[in-house]
């Protein structure tokens, strides 16, 4: 498990195991989700079209870019890394497939787990809608960046604001003239066309 490259496997399913641990533990307890600099373009809190769906009011945004950013969130990837990684190393240790078949195995398994969670993912966040706390009620809210926000006019990003103890997600655009990046702790200020957000870099 620990030598040769059984070794590559073992580390992918650990790391990825873990991160997709601590990430779920927090979005759960309603915690920030972001590790500050260490997000990728992160995409939302989701992964493939398990975000889809706001967690909020059912805003949904299909942009091309924003799917792009989505399928590169770091639970994305960690869901990927844990899955091909120790299906990799079943493949590799147990039914001694090979270095070759393994790897296929091991991509094959990844995709697979994004899909998967992604589609749990999408169950939480509907039941979470049912809910039915208003929109309105992230006006004056606090929250971070989770897909980067483009400069005013430019596009459409999303954020992540806690709202009843619940860390709820939404499409946001902003009036600065800077973007927003991923972790960028931010203020609400109001709620615009289509139930998007319209937000501020948080003083402080």
């Known amino acids: 498990m620990f030598s040769g490259d059984a070794?590559?496997?073992?580390?992918?399913?650990?790391?990825?195991?873990?991160?997709?641990?601590?990430?779920?533990?927090m979005l759960l307890v309603?915690?920030?989700?972001?590790?500050?600099?260490f997000d990728s373009a992160d995409g939302a809190?989701?992964?493939?079209?398990?975000?889809?769906?706001?967690?909020?009011?059912?805003?949904?945004?299909?942009?091309?870019?924003?799917?792009?950013?989505?399928?590169?969130?770091?639970?994305?990837?960690?869901?990927?890394?844990?899955?091909?990684?120790w299906l990799g190393l079943v493949a590799f240790e147990t039914l001694k497939l090979g270095t070759t078949l393994s790897v296929i195995a091991a991509v094959?398994?990844?995709?697979?787990?994004?899909?998967f969670v992604g589609k749990l993912f999408r169950l939480?966040?509907?039941l979470q809608q049912s809910d039915n706390i208003p929109i309105g009620r992230a006006v004056g809210e606090f929250g971070r960046v989770q897909v980067p926000v483009p400069a005013a006019g430019q596009g459409?990003?999303?954020?992540?604001?806690?709202?009843?103890?619940?860390?709820?997600?939404f499409n946001a655009v902003t009036e600065t003239g800077d973007r927003l990046s991923i972790g960028t702790r931010i203020r609400v200020r109001s709620v615009g066309a289509g139930n998007r957000l319209l937000v501020e870099p948080a003083a402080g």
């Open 108 to 115: 094959a398994g990844g995709i697979g787990m994004v899909w």
């Open 45 to 85: 809190d989701g992964m493939g079209d398990g975000l889809d769906a706001d967690a909020g009011d059912g805003n949904v945004d299909h942009g091309l870019t924003n799917t792009i950013l989505e399928l590169l969130s770091v639970q994305t990837l960690a869901a990927f890394t844990m899955g091909g990684g």
């Open 124 to 126: 939480a966040m509907k």
């Open 7 to 25: 070794l590559w496997f073992s580390i992918a399913g650990i790391f990825g195991t873990a991160i997709f641990g601590v990430k779920t533990l």
């Open 156 to 169: 459409t990003g999303r954020v992540q604001v806690v709202i009843g103890g619940r860390s709820r997600e």
């Open 30 to 37: 309603g915690g920030d989700s972001d590790f500050g600099d």
